[in-house]
C-alpha cells in the first residue's frame, strides 16, 4: 500500500495522521490473521507496517530525512533540515500480547525540534489518533496525581519522585502510549529515566507539545532530535503547572539512582 496520490499537496500534519492511521489498520490485520506466535507477530508487525511507512514516506516526501527504528540509519540524514522519524510499533511486547498499550509514531523534526507528529492507538476501541494540528482538551488533574511508569521496568528515579509527591503509579506500556496518558486525561506525569531512542519520543512530544504539555530532559535541556546519536534516554512530559516541582525533585534523587547515560 503506498502513500495517498495527493500526499505531496496535503499537509505534513496530515500525511503523519494518514500514515500512523493506516499503519495502525495493517497491524492490526497482520495481528488478527492468526498466523503467529506472540513473538513472531511482533517482528511480522514491525517489518510490515515499517515497509509500509518508508515507502509511503519517501514516495510522499522525497527530499526529506527518514529514520526509523527498523530501517538502516542513513547518515545523509544528518544534513537535511527535514527529517520524519518513525517508529512502526511502539511497545512490539504490548502489541505481540495483544494488549491497548501499544502505538504508531509518524513525525517530522525540522531543524532538530519536534515541529509535527501523529501518534496512533490502534488497540483502543475503534482506533484512535492523536495529532500535533488538531489538539483536544487536556483534562484537569485529579488532587492526587497519577505518575506513567513501565509496566516491567519502572525507573528508579520515576518511583523517587513518586514518592515525594504522593503521586500514584501507573504502569503501562509503550512511550506513545504513556505520553498520550497525559494528555487523555489517564496519567499527569510521564518522567523516564531508563534509556531510549529518538524515535520513541519524537513524534509523542511533537503531540503533546501542541497541547500545551511541558517536554524536556529530565534535567530541563531542550529534546534535540536528528542527532548523529539517536540514543536520547531520558525525557519528562506533564502539565507545565507541575514541570517546575518535578525538575526539582528530579535534582534531588541521590546518585545512587542515576543510570548509565540518564540525563547526558
Same mark, same amino acid.
Given at each position: 500500500?503506498? @502513500?495517498?496520490?495527493?500526499?505531496?499537496?496535503?499537509?505534513?500534519?496530515?500525511?503523519?495522521?494518514?500514515?500512523?492511521?493506516?499503519?495502525?489498520?495493517?497491524?492490526?490485520?497482520?495481528r488478527?490473521? /492468526?498466523?503467529?506466535?506472540?513473538?513472531?507477530? /511482533?517482528?511480522?508487525g514491525?517489518?510490515?507496517?515499517?515497509?509500509?511507512?518508508?515507502?509511503?514516506?519517501?514516495?510522499?516526501?522525497?527530499?526529506?530525512?527518514?529514520?526509523?527504528?527498523?530501517?538502516?540509519?542513513?547518515?545523509?540524514?544528518?544534513?537535511?533540515? =527535514?527529517? $520524519? !522519524? *518513525?517508529?512502526?510499533?511502539?511497545?512490539?511486547?504490548?502489541?505481540?500480547?495483544?494488549?491497548?498499550? $501499544?502505538?504508531?509514531?509518524?513525525?517530522?523534526?525540522? &531543524?532538530?525540534?519536534?515541529? !509535527?507528529?501523529?501518534?496512533?492507538?490502534?488497540g483502543?476501541?475503534?482506533? !484512535?489518533v492523536l495529532?500535533s494540528? %488538531?489538539? *483536544?482538551?487536556?483534562?484537569?488533574?485529579?488532587?492526587q496525581? =497519577?505518575?506513567?511508569?513501565? =509496566?516491567?521496568?519502572?525507573?528508579?528515579?520515576? !518511583?523517587?519522585?513518586?514518592?515525594?509527591?504522593?503521586?500514584?503509579?501507573?504502569p503501562?506500556?509503550?512511550?506513545? @502510549?504513556k505520553?498520550?496518558?497525559?494528555?487523555?486525561?489517564?496519567?499527569?506525569?510521564?518522567?523516564?529515566?531508563?534509556?531510549?531512542?529518538? $524515535?520513541?519520543?519524537?513524534?509523542?512530544?511533537?503531540? @503533546?507539545?501542541?497541547?500545551?504539555?511541558?517536554?524536556?530532559?529530565? &534535567?530541563?535541556?531542550?529534546?534535540?532530535?536528528?542527532?548523529?546519536?539517536?540514543?536520547?534516554?531520558?525525557?519528562?512530559?506533564?502539565? %507545565?503547572?507541575? @514541570?517546575?516541582?518535578?525538575?526539582?525533585?528530579?535534582?534531588?534523587?541521590?546518585?545512587?539512582?542515576?543510570?548509565? /547515560?540518564?540525563?547526558?
Amino acid at each position: 500500500m503506498s @502513500a495517498p496520490a495527493d500526499a505531496i499537496a496535503i499537509s505534513d500534519a496530515a500525511l503523519a495522521a494518514h500514515l500512523a492511521h493506516v499503519a495502525g489498520r495493517i497491524l492490526i490485520d497482520v495481528r488478527d490473521a /492468526g498466523l503467529f506466535s506472540p513473538k513472531a507477530l /511482533g517482528k511480522a508487525g514491525d517489518q510490515t507496517a515499517n515497509q509500509f511507512l518508508c515507502h509511503a514516506l519517501r514516495e510522499a516526501r522525497p527530499h526529506d530525512g527518514l529514520l526509523s527504528e527498523e530501517e538502516k540509519d542513513n547518515a545523509e540524514r544528518l544534513a537535511k533540515s =527535514r527529517v $520524519w !522519524i *518513525v517508529d512502526p510499533v511502539d511497545g512490539t511486547r504490548e502489541y505481540g500480547e495483544a494488549r491497548v498499550d $501499544w502505538a504508531v509514531h509518524v513525525g517530522l523534526a525540522i &531543524d532538530g525540534v519536534a515541529a !509535527i507528529g501523529a501518534v496512533a492507538l490502534p488497540g483502543f476501541e475503534g482506533g !484512535i489518533v492523536l495529532r500535533s494540528d %488538531q489538539p *483536544v482538551p487536556v483534562p484537569p488533574a485529579p488532587p492526587q496525581l =497519577r505518575m506513567v511508569v513501565s =509496566r516491567t521496568r519502572p525507573a528508579p528515579e520515576a !518511583i523517587a519522585v513518586a514518592e515525594k509527591l504522593g503521586a500514584q503509579l501507573v504502569p503501562m506500556g509503550s512511550a506513545g @502510549a504513556k505520553a498520550m496518558a497525559v494528555i487523555l486525561g489517564q496519567a499527569d506525569i510521564y518522567l523516564h529515566s531508563g534509556g531510549q531512542y529518538e $524515535w520513541d519520543s519524537m513524534a509523542p512530544v511533537a503531540v @503533546a507539545l501542541a497541547h500545551g504539555l511541558h517536554c524536556s530532559r529530565i &534535567d530541563g535541556a531542550p529534546l534535540v532530535y536528528n542527532q548523529a546519536n539517536v540514543y536520547l534516554p531520558d525525557l519528562l512530559i506533564c502539565r %507545565q503547572e507541575h @514541570a517546575p516541582e518535578v525538575l526539582a525533585l528530579i535534582a534531588e534523587v541521590p546518585p545512587t539512582l542515576q543510570r548509565p /547515560g540518564a540525563g547526558s
